[in-house]
């Protein structure tokens, strides 16, 4: 047996005390990732008894980052980015901004320097990655708007964070630090530091939309030729981590945003359905290693001794974060619910926080009590992130009970969220309500165009929205679980209602909703997996249609009648 193991025994370790306190959290009513947090702590350097490398676990935790964002990638298109950019870029740029300040006017009260104020600021302005994702994908609301409003708007806080990263120890002196010998010199140089960043930026993001779309799905295809399971699993990962290193080490950019980038090009490829659940197990066992990692860096010691400020780091990032968030949105003209859902996803700091933390305090900018504090921040506000999750449809009834404001939201004066003027009347009697215009409500609209059958689309995303008015169709923008959404699609005089939306957590309250203005319209589920379209169909909320299920019953209808022609030939 060789004498160093510490990556055996830290894994070992961190799976099998993982498993224990997940399975303990799980019983209790507790998300498992809190379990999680707490194996790190026990086996970090804070606590009596073993003591795992955290250098090893920090590191096999990125790579969690990088399958995660790869997985991310698979089920995003580039399409879905620019949907939503009119919102996640002005709203990633504002609540970076509203923290930063809320942490830098925190720390100078404190009696910290400029320095140690803005990177302190910075540092609890950004989300984790993985807690945003887990968070969307136990919603089943990834691949809904509000996922994709959420995931751009995290995009674009890694994209600033990059900036801030590389001209950091450029203006460390500047700030009160030390020098850095690797940094760009202070003055004119700054500036050259700036734009040789974002021209590498930009290199690599058209690197990856011209040659990565292209060599990706080829390659996927060559490798799935030979027939290898193994080899199509390996060439997902190395693909995708290979991506994310030499993005690091060529363009400057993170692993993560590397990773999300190869995702999206091997989406192109017909296989991406194969690559995504087959790359599962490796993401959800390396995210469950980022969480005990998270745990490793923390002291308990900091709740004793700083508790007021551990609460102030806390209600940055859990309070001030959401409102500005929800306050843009709603800005926006996007409903309460998707305000509610989009805050909450972003109330809470990972990985980019601590990377920015310890460049703080190697630069000498940030105290070692800044980081300690950043650190307690993160671990709280991640294993309370569930808890407001689980608040936001409370909080949205109790808002509409209680705020006139929070009623004008619902009924606000937004000329997308009527049908014009000069819509048809005779294609309002009939027709049939299509709830999305995602991947599959496209294809169902082109169905029902070429068909001639009249459809009115209700989508959350305006620009969506906007972009189908200027084709001719008939499209209301809004949250189909609210009656004055399906009403405005004249849902009382449709004939079907067609479900086409990610999102199944809202489904019942939606035919509930369109069954309460027209009982005898006919009902159309989409449905992700057996269990969740079991439950649909014990609830009789109408016909459910599972992925699966609806091909395979495409392609039996599509042999028999080939078979009945060939026979009767």
């Not at 780091?313 to 309460?336: F, N």
């Not at 004249?490 to 479900?499: D, F, G, N, P």
Request: proline share 4%; hydrophobic share 55%; net charge neutral.
């Amino acid at each position: 047996m060789p004498h160093n193991v510490s990556l055996i025994s830290t894994i070992a370790a961190a799976f099998g005390l993982a498993l224990v306190f997940g399975y303990i959290a799980a019983r209790v009513k507790v998300p498992p990732l809190v379990g999680y947090l707490l194996a790190g702590v026990l086996i970090g350097p804070a606590t009596p008894g073993f003591v795992a490398d955290v250098d090893l676990a920090g590191q096999l935790a990125e790579i969690g980052v990088m399958l995660l964002m790869l997985g991310v990638g698979l089920h995003f298109s580039l399409k879905d980015l620019l949907a939503v950019r009119r919102i996640a870029v002005p709203g990633a740029l504002l609540q970076i901004v509203v923290a930063t300040a809320l942490g830098m006017a925190t720390s100078l009260f404190w009696g910290w320097s400029l320095g140690a104020s803005l990177v302190f600021g910075l540092a609890l302005s950004v989300a984790s990655t993985v807690v945003l994702l887990r968070a969307l994908e136990a919603r089943g609301v990834l691949e809904s708007v509000n996922g994709q409003i959420a995931v751009g708007w995290l995009v674009v806080e890694d994209l600033v964070m990059v900036l801030v990263l590389v001209l950091l120890p450029a203006v460390a002196p500047l700030l009160g630090g030390a020098a850095d010998a690797h940094a760009a010199p202070a003055g004119p140089g700054l500036w050259s530091t700036l734009v040789i960043t974002l021209a590498k930026v930009a290199a690599f993001v058209a690197l990856m939309l011209v040659v990565g779309r292209r060599v990706f799905p080829r390659l996927l295809w060559l490798v799935a030729r030979t027939g290898s399971r193994e080899l199509f699993t390996l060439c997902v990962i190395a693909g995708a981590v290979s991506v994310a290193y030499g993005s690091a080490k060529l363009f400057d950019v993170s692993f993560a945003l590397g990773a999300f980038f190869a995702g999206m090009m091997m989406r192109e490829s017909e296989f991406s359905h194969r690559a995504a659940d087959e790359s599962l197990p490796l993401r959800d066992a390396f995210s469950v290693l980022f969480f005990v990692s998270v745990g490793m860096l923390f002291d308990p010691r900091i709740l004793l001794d700083e508790p007021l400020r551990v609460l102030a780091v806390v209600a940055i990032i859990m309070i001030g974060k959401t409102l500005a968030a929800v306050a843009l949105v709603v800005a926006l003209r996007y409903p309460l619910n998707s305000a509610l859902t989009v805050g909450v996803s972003l109330a809470q700091i990972g990985e980019f926080s601590f990377i920015l933390a310890g460049l703080g305090v190697a630069l000498k900018l940030l105290p070692v009590e800044g980081q300690s504090l950043v650190l307690a921040g993160a671990l709280i506000s991640i294993a309370l992130n569930s808890v407001l999750f689980s608040a936001v449809e409370p909080v949205q009834a109790w808002l509409r009970k209680r705020s006139a404001f929070a009623r004008r939201l619902e009924q606000r004066d937004d000329p997308l969220a009527e049908l014009p003027t000069s819509t048809d009347p005779s294609a309002l009697a009939g027709q049939v309500v299509l709830v999305g215009h995602g991947r599959v409500g496209r294809q169902i609209a082109q169905a029902l165009g070429s068909a001639g059958v009249p459809y009115v689309v209700a989508e959350q995303n305006r620009e969506i929205v906007e972009a189908l008015r200027e084709q001719g169709v008939a499209a209301v923008s809004g949250d189909a679980c609210e009656p004055a959404v399906l009403v405005q699609a004249h849902i009382a005089r449709a004939a079907m209602l067609v479900i086409a939306t990610p999102d199944t957590f809202g489904v019942r309250k939606m035919v509930e909703a369109a069954r309460t203005l027209n009982p005898s319209v006919e009902v159309v589920v989409r449905s992700h997996n057996e269990e969740e379209a079991a439950l649909l169909e014990r609830d009789r909320v109408g016909t459910v249609l599972l992925g699966e299920r609806a091909l395979a019953q495409a392609m039996a209808a599509h042999v028999l009648t080939r078979a009945g022609r060939a026979a009767k030939a």
